[in-house]
């Protein structure tokens, strides 16, 4: 069986992706870019809805320390999401030796300026600097990554509010392409506080029966064996092979890795992993654009909740 219930490798009755472009060995290609882009239309009627009711557009801080040139290229393409939905981007690029007590003044300050509704710190933060003590001091209310503890022990609590963005990625393209979740067997790879934890809490809240694999997990292919839905957060280039995939399991590959000649490349060894699984994700073109997407939909969260509307309004869904 597989996530939807359905035998191994057969597209269920109700999975309304049946037409939609397979992977070569059959796969469905779970389009995050596509997705995304609906996404981010809903973002943009709900921040334009917000304008109009309260004078002013959705702001969301971006800060940057240094100059990584990863992370220049992942700012870069947030700020240019965020105008495009109507999102106010407000910049703040520090050089690479400011101090730990200058980032901590300058959190402080957008935590009080009433135009900011969103804080993003873009990480890694540079050696020195305690990330901890700087995502720590962000107010929960702007904490539009939702790595705040306060975040994470609120979805942890089964009472979500702001979402890690790539975990909420997963699970809103499970939801556009009708993979079940409640009951499914799901494995995440990959532990760490930004993806795998937060992704065990989001398939815990969806009902999947969960289990986490780490750096302690004794057998790791057993465990991947099992899944029905397997999340990958592990970022090492084909680290899972494609033999170990269940037939007709739903895979999210996470992973950003630079492969050998220089292009992006998954956790999951895609090309055998798509000709056993039902649904696949792409890299790139998959968790990717869902995570800025899933971004831009916290900033226009935060923005409602802070004026007071909880739950912010949804957006028309296409
Ligand atoms: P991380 O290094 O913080 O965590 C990696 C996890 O993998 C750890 O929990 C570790 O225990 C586990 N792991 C490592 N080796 C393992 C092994 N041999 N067996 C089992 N588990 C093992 O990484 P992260 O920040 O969680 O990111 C993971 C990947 O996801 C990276 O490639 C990163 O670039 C990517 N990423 C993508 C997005 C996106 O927008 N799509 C967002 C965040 C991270």
Redesign the pocket.
């Known amino acids: 069986m597989n996530a939807s219930g359905s035998e191994a490798g057969a597209a269920p009755a109700h999975h309304e992706g049946a037409a939609r472009p397979r992977a070569a060995g059959g796969a469905v290609l779970l389009d995050g870019k596509a997705v995304a882009a609906r996404v981010r239309a809903e973002v943009a009627e709900r921040a334009a809805a917000f304008a109009a009711r309260y004078g002013r557009r959705p702001g969301l801080a971006v800060v940057q320390v240094g100059e990584d040139p990863a992370s220049s290229v992942y700012v870069r393409n947030k700020r240019r999401a965020s105008l495009e939905a109507g999102i106010e981007s407000l910049a703040h690029d520090l050089p690479v030796d400011t101090s730990e007590a200058r980032i901590l003044a300058l959190v402080q300050a957008l935590n009080h300026d009433e135009r900011v509704d969103g804080i993003l710190i873009q990480l890694p933060l540079p050696k020195g600097v305690d990330a901890n003590r700087i995502m720590d001091a962000v107010d929960p209310a702007k904490d539009v990554d939702g790595f705040h503890p306060v975040n994470t022990g609120l979805l942890a609590q089964k009472r979500p509010r702001l979402r890690p ?2 975990p909420f ?1 997963v699970i809103r393209l499970a939801q556009e392409y009708g993979i079940a979740l409640t009951g499914a067997r799901a494995t995440v ?8 934890r937060p992704m065990a809490l989001e398939l815990l809240l969806a009902r999947a029966t969960v289990t986490v ?5 004794r057998d ?1 292919r057993a465990e991947v064996e099992r899944a029905e839905v397997l999340v990958a ?4 280039p084909g ?1 899972i092979p494609g033999a170990w995939v269940r037939p007709g399991a739903a895979v999210f590959d ?4 630079r492969g050998g000649d220089g292009k992006l490349v ?2 999951v060894e895609f090309g055998p992993a798509a000709a056993r699984a039902g649904w696949i994700t792409p890299v790139p073109g ?3 654009p ?3 997407a899933m971004l831009l939909s916290n900033a226009v969260d935060a923005a409602y909740t802070r004026a007071g509307v909880w739950p912010p309004p949804p957006g028309r869904r296409e």
């Open positions: 963005c790539t990625g790879v990959g532990a760490s506080n930004i993806v795998g694999c780490h750096t302690g997990t790791l957060a592990v970022g090492k680290f996470v992973g950003i890795n998954g956790d998959g968790l990717g869902m995570t800025i």
